[in-house]
């Protein structure tokens, strides 16, 4: 089994910034994409931003490119997401999901956070 714990979220002034972590935890051989959700009250949950296995490319919903930076230590199995210029419409739980191999040659499995809430006061 896989835990992934989220944190970091809070209540923030527009103009403002937060950095979200996820740590996952467990039985775990390899982490796929990493990547942040996120739903707001009486919308469809959302993919906000989306890093690769190695790090090394990522993309970012057109509502939160150049506010949003997403990142990802290896080491720690942990995704960070680097909010700036918050802005009210930002307000929402953001999920982390990510999908693991649990051993070598086991199957793909998807796992999701338990969310943070994120508030942007205007």
């Known amino acids: 089994q896989v835990q992934l714990v989220e944190s970091g979220g809070g209540l923030v002034q527009a103009g403002g910034s937060l950095r979200l972590s996820c740590a996952a935890s467990?039985?775990?051989?390899?982490?796929?994409?990493m990547n942040w959700y996120r739903q707001a009250p009486g919308k469809q949950r959302e993919l906000v931003a989306t890093?690769?296995?190695?790090?090394?490319?990522?993309n970012y919903a057109d509502s939160v490119k150049g506010r949003f930076t997403i990142s990802r230590d290896n080491a720690k199995n942990t995704v960070y997401l680097q909010m700036n210029s918050l802005k009210p419409e930002d307000t929402a739980v953001y999920y982390c999901?990510?999908?693991?191999?649990?051993?070598?040659?086991?199957?793909?499995?998807?796992?999701w956070g338990q969310g943070t809430q994120v508030t942007v006061s205007s």
């Open positions: 999901h990510t999908i693991v191999q649990n051993r070598i040659g086991g199957i793909l499995l998807s796992y």
């Open positions: 467990g039985s775990i051989f390899s982490i796929n994409a």
């Open positions: 890093i690769t296995s190695s790090g090394g490319n990522t």
